[in-house]
């Protein structure tokens, strides 16, 4: 029974991910994941789980959870343990990482994406056997602002100016860490690029809020309150969004650990991109308001639910001007794809799905005045 790790263990994607190597009952599985204040590492991962499966309990007999702490000293678990769980061949995925962006949360930013996978480099490299292979979960969009085709390549390290946020320039560098790695200290090291993960494409069902998600909550808290206003948001009509199925991404992942040898670098994005004009059409269709995409707008040319979607795309607003391409080259050597692909019809479902779910206690967003 072939032994996967998986540290960040109880996030969106790799909850997802355990639960299609569960399904397939030959996979030792170690999640490491942090306890909480209110919950134990182990509640956290079986709420994960089960949340994940839609609410469905998990066998769980093939898992094993630990506590752990990233940027400590072998993750502040026992040697013996970390011995016992390295103790043959395995496959490493280092999920764990901060998707905060801003210049006030850089410190932290860099100190989880930076040091958190150094400090994974050392404990995996410390304890791990002869073949065992180490996967970081990385993004596509460490390309930054390069323009062309993003290849399954490693690109240099650049200054801040280069990319669209800290977070895009975090993932860059911890990827060349890989590359220095696999240079000069032999570590067996890949990097899985992710574009935007969006929900389950068969069902729909949707339990992210990042994205295009995030967009449509701010904008349903605004209907509750606004219902059937016009309102004018900063996006380019006929640019796209690169979005991947989590069900695709979790198929994606459970073959790589399926094939021995595998490309250093994978672009794991969507073979096709959606327009954001159809991403508005369907958010107008499922809420009472009506999204005018258009170009820039003045500061003191919006009115008040304006100024604060505005304010709520500060993260959003860096993608929805872009039409990126990416290489798929060498992950094609191992992935066939299997036409599970993000469409216009699946993402008005899971835009269905993730709005009807959206919990009536959600804050409404503040607005003083409305012009």
């Known amino acids: 029974m072939k032994t996967i790790i998986i540290n960040g263990a109880n996030g969106y994607v790799a909850a997802n ?3 299609k190597l569960l399904s397939k009952n030959h996979y030792r599985i170690i999640a490491l994941v942090r306890a909480s204040n209110k919950y134990s590492a182990e509640e956290r991962m079986i709420k994960a ?4 499966n839609n609410g469905e309990k998990v066998d769980a007999r093939n898992i ?7 940027l400590d000293k072998d993750f502040s678990i026992p040697e013996e343990q970390l011995k016992d769980i390295f103790k043959q061949e395995v496959d490493y995925f280092h999920f764990a990482a901060s998707l905060k962006y801003d210049l006030r949360s850089r410190d932290e930013i860099f100190k989880t994406n930076i040091e958190g996978v150094e400090n994974s480099i050392k404990v995996y490299s410390k304890y791990a056997q002869d073949r065992s292979r180490f996967f970081l979960i990385g993004t596509a969009y460490s390309c930054g602002k390069f323009l062309g085709l ?36 032999g570590l067996n090291g890949h990097i899985i690029r992710l574009s935007q993960v969006v929900g389950n494409n068969k069902s729909g069902i949707t339990k992210t809020d990042y994205g295009i998600f995030d967009f449509a909550k701010r904008i349903h808290n605004l209907a509750t309150r606004y219902p059937n206003k016009t309102v004018r ?26 094939i021995n040898r595998v490309p250093v670098i994978m672009n794991f994005i969507g073979n096709n991109s959606i327009k954001n004009n159809y991403i508005i059409d369907s958010i107008n269709k499922l ?21 604060v979607i505005a304010a709520g795309m500060s ?3 860096h993608y929805v001007n872009t039409n990126l391409a990416f290489d798929t080259k060498k992950r094609d050597e191992i992935i066939t794809s299997n036409g599970n692909e993000a469409s216009e019809h699946t993402v008005f479902k899971m ?19 409305y012009s």
């Open 49 to 52: 789980l089960t949340e994940n």
């Open 64 to 70: 094993t959870v630990y506590n752990y702490s990233l």
């Open 287 to 307: 809420i009472p308001i009506n999204i005018i995409p258009t170009g820039e707008i003045k500061p003191e040319d919006m009115n008040a639910i304006e100024k």
């Open 233 to 258: 948001v900063q996006m380019d009509p006929e640019s796209t969004q690169n979005l991947i199925p989590v069900d695709t991404v979790a198929d994606y992942l459970t073959r790589t650990v399926e």
């Open 315 to 317: 993260f959003t607003s």
């Open 351 to 369: 835009l269905e799905y993730f709005i009807n779910n959206i919990p009536a206690k959600n804050k409404k967003t503040k607005i003083d005045s």
């Open 150 to 185: 993003f290849e399954e390549k490693f690109y240099p390290d650049e200054d801040i100016s280069g990319f669209r946020n800290y977070y895009e320039q975090s993932k860059r560098i911890s990827e060349n860490m890989i590359k220095k790695q696999n240079e000069n200290n």
């Open 17 to 19: 991910f355990i639960n």
